[in-house]
């Protein structure tokens, strides 16, 4: 069982900055793939960026190209997103998640764990 527990969230004005994080327990974080996903009421799961077990591949969704950055540090069991240049739109709880395959997929279907999420609130 992995337990994935978020922190970072809260409130920035616009085109602020903020990181997240996601602290996995279990002692073979090196081998899941990572990710970032974001809801808003009443819509579904939007995929953020995803990164494969080594950090070699990474995806991001075309709203968050230039502004966000995924990495991982395997020493310390955790996955980070630092978001920059934030607006209003990317309001949202933010899930981290893992798969044990370790490929870095771009569906929530495809993690088979998840943290409790972090409400990220940019204000105009």
């Known amino acids: 069982q992995v337990q994935l527990v978020e922190s970072g969230g809260g409130l920035v004005q616009a085109g602020g900055s903020l990181r997240l994080s996601c602290t996995a327990s279990g002692r073979t974080f090196s081998s899941y793939a990572m990710a970032w996903f974001r809801q808003v009421p009443g819509k579904e799961r939007e995929s953020v960026a995803t990164i494969d077990w080594s950090g070699g591949t990474i995806y991001y969704a075309d709203s968050v190209k230039g502004r966000f950055t995924i990495s991982r540090d395997n020493a310390k069991n955790t996955v980070y997103l630092q978001m920059n240049s934030l607006k209003p739109e990317d309001t949202a709880v933010y899930y981290c998640?893992?798969?044990?395959?370790?490929?870095?997929?771009?569906?929530?279907?495809?993690?088979?764990?998840w943290g409790q999420g972090t409400q990220v609130t940019v204000s105009s």
């Open positions: 998640a893992a798969t044990i395959s370790g490929t870095a997929y771009f569906t929530p279907n495809r993690y088979e764990y």
